[in-house]
């Protein structure tokens, strides 16, 4: 079990680090990655999502590593404060995409016209809620409990991939790849460190990879279509 409780965390590290580097002209300077200010009008939706984002990513780590040292009780403890965080990134994501496109000028990003993307962003918070509502009702089966949380915080991960130099030099700004390639390559490189390190196939870390991977991908086809964008329009007028 050792080399799978390192994992574990490691990936949580690997998350913390790919965050501060992605955010990190809003985590030091409270601005857009351009340099730009947050509009007046979602200022406070942007601070409540992000630190609730960021305190997800710290408390990952925290809780991978209190079991790679077998502090299981403040493990239990502190897992419950997953419901309220989780809670908080389910609830202001959706409003925060809504919000960001409703007072920005129209432009593309990745390709997608930003009133497009909008269904990619709202996809990664159902994939987020989904994998944080499986781990956590199987929170005393392991084996389930913890790839799951780890494809919760992928998910969520392209926040910062996307905001990357060093992605953007790799996988290019102007098609889907820049945005899908990062999120892909970190997941890969995980699945295959985890079986390099307890030599067995995981049915549920693979599995769950795969789920958000293809559903992401069937989100960036669908966001191009007349349907979403009847959809989109509709929801951006509330």
Same mark, same amino acid.
């Given at each position: 079990m050792k080399p799978e409780r390192y994992f574990y965390t490691f990936a949580g590290a690997l998350f913390l680090l790919l965050t501060f580097i992605g955010f990190r002209h809003y985590i030091l300077g409270g601005r857009h990655t351009d340099g /730009? $200010?947050?509009?007046?009008? +979602? %200022? *406070? %939706?942007?601070v409540l999502h992000s630190s609730a984002v960021f305190a997800w990513f710290v408390l990952f780590f925290v809780q991978s590593l209190l079991i790679s040292t077998q502090n299981r009780r403040l493990h239990m403890k502190l897992g419950w404060s997953v419901l309220v965080i989780g809670a908080a990134i389910a609830l202001t994501g959706p409003v925060?995409? +809504?919000? /960001? +496109?409703?007072? /920005? $000028?129209?432009? *593309? %990003?990745?390709?997608? $016209?930003? /009133?497009r993307f909008l269904l990619i962003m709202l996809t990664e918070i159902v994939l987020f809620t989904t994998f944080v509502t499986i781990g956590v009702l199987n929170r005393k089966r392991p084996g389930i409990h913890r790839p799951m949380m780890l494809m919760a915080s992928l998910a969520l991960l392209s926040g910062a991939t996307s905001r990357t130099p060093f992605f953007h030099a790799v996988f290019g700004v102007s098609t889907a790849l820049g945005f899908f390639g990062p999120v892909i390559l970190v997941g890969a490189l995980l699945v295959l460190t985890r079986l390099a390190l307890t030599r067995r196939f995981d049915r549920w870390f693979v599995g769950g990879y795969a789920a958000c991977m293809i559903v992401l991908f069937a989100a960036g086809r669908l966001a191009l279509t007349d349907t979403w964008g009847v959809w989109a329009a509709a929801l951006l007028k509330f």
């Open positions: /730009s $200010p947050f509009h007046p009008a +979602i %200022l *406070t %939706l942007v925060v995409a +809504i919000r /960001s +496109i409703q007072v /920005s $000028p129209p432009f *593309t %990003l990745f390709g997608w $016209p930003y /009133s």
